[in-house]
């Protein structure tokens, strides 16, 4: 997830918090005093509905999530105490359910693209039994591995699909994983007179592909070009969402 969706996260976890916390608070500080009510009810389902709105924008959020009608919920003075409360507590419920939604959201993305890239780096090289010659040979064997780790084409990853067009090309991702909105290009480094056209490559698609996804993955396969694996990755992944596996041969 990029860093710009992570901080928006955040703060969209922090404001439901906060709003949990103040109705918490008035139902500890009131809930045994005569008369007390529920008449502010309505502007916490007010609350509670902009951030999911928000989040919205950010990741989905399954049916089980209550959905209030903001412009026309009744006067609050037309409610009843106990429809009051029932709003009230609904609220306070679906609140709660949003802010666990939200923190598995804020660790998922990362947790699920972490164990890709593990897996990846350590399994595509026991599939060669010799050098490959092609980039398709890297790609074809990488979605053996994917096969294999029973992960559904079309579903968990797709490939060769997702075509767009940026600053007059034509980008068409090596492998795309919906769920991650993350994209992944292969990339075979053979010769060391192309190791600098292969950098200028990938600098066009990660400006490319930012367009698109939230996440870039890039596996270079590596056959005696790489010295310095640090320095290499460093200045690619410098963009904050861009991870680099490097196989070598």
């Known amino acids: 997830m990029a860093k ?7 703060i969209l976890i922090e404001q439901a918090k906060g709003l949990e916390k103040t109705m918490d608070e008035i139902l500890n500080n009131n809930a045994n005093k005569i008369g007390f009510n529920y008449s502010s009810c ?7 509905q ?4 928000e989040s919205k924008k950010y990741i989905s959020l399954p049916g089980i999530y209550n959905s209030y009608d903001v412009k026309n919920l009744k006067n609050v003075f037309d409610l009843t105490g106990i429809e009051q409360m029932t709003i009230f507590q609904s609220v306070l419920t679906s609140t709660r359910l949003l802010i666990a939604t939200l923190e598995g959201n804020y660790d998922y993305v990362e947790d699920e693209i972490n164990n890709l890239e593990n897996f990846i780096n350590s399994k595509i090289r026991l599939m060669f039994t010799e050098t490959p010659k092609s980039e398709k040979e890297v790609q074809d064997n990488l979605e053996r591995l994917f096969i294999g780790n029973n992960m559904n084409k079309g579903v968990d990853y797709d490939r060769e699909t997702g075509k767009f067009n940026f600053s007059g090309r034509e980008y068409i991702p090596d492998f795309i994983f919906p769920n991650l909105k993350t994209c992944l290009e292969v990339k075979l480094l053979k010769e060391k007179a192309k190791k600098s056209k292969t950098i200028e490559e990938i600098n066009a698609d990660i400006t490319a592909y930012s367009k698109q996804y939230n996440e870039i993955l890039f596996l270079i396969y590596d056959i005696g070009v790489i010295n ?22």
């Open 42 to 48: 309505n502007d916490f389902a007010k609350h509670y």
């Open 228 to 249: 310095d694996i640090t320095e290499f990755k460093r200045d690619i992944e410098a963009s904050g969402n861009v991870k680099v596996i490097i196989v070598k041969h």
């Open 4 to 10: 710009e969706n992570r901080r928006a996260l955040k």
């Open 50 to 53: 902009s951030i999911v709105e």
